[in-house]
């Protein structure tokens, strides 16, 4: 059924996520079904899991949106915690985006300036071969490019 206002899905402590897409809300939920995040004005989830045959879980995150405020970043992040899922790469600018690609022991961090001023970050990664962080110090980007940075375990462990 259509909703009488606007959305204002909320996750935990992070309320009225900007809305600048779709909010799919569910209704008739399975009895297994744990909601994670809902809808303020009619309290109808768009954010639940459950568990599935032979131990997995399936998360429905119910919502289209513009990656545009920094409030979607910190949905995206909240949902993966809550998933379990630890970020491998920290950076200080949350304006600039990172990719690590991986291949036995080397690694590419790309990080992506996709405003039109100059960037600049403190940044650090953990590559599936590595056991601790890598920092990699102050990163300074030009407006709308990217910096690739290779990284091999020979010079890093």
């Not at 022991?105 to 403190?122: C, D, K, Q, V, W």
């Not at 056991?131 to 990284?151: C, R």
Request: some cysteine.
């Amino acid at each position: 059924r259509p909703n009488a206002h606007p959305a204002r899905p909320s996750i935990g402590e992070l309320a009225n996520i900007s809305n600048n897409g779709s909010v799919y809300l569910a209704e008739g939920l399975l009895e297994s079904a744990t909601v994670i995040g809902h809808d303020e004005n009619s309290s109808l989830p768009f954010l639940w899991e459950t568990d599935t045959e032979g131990g997995g879980r399936f998360v429905m995150l119910g919502m289209r949106w513009f990656h545009s405020m920094d409030e979607h970043r910190r949905m995206v992040a909240t949902v993966m915690r809550h998933c379990g899922i630890t970020p491998v790469v920290q950076a200080s600018n949350p304006n600039l985006w990172t990719s690590l690609r991986t291949v036995e022991g080397r690694s590419m961090l790309f990080i992506m300036n996709l405003y039109s001023a100059p960037m600049a970050t403190e940044v650090s990664c953990r590559p599936a071969w590595s056991p601790t962080d890598i920092d990699l110090g102050k990163q300074k980007l030009e407006p709308m490019s990217v910096a690739a940075i290779p990284i091999d375990k020979e010079s890093c462990l």
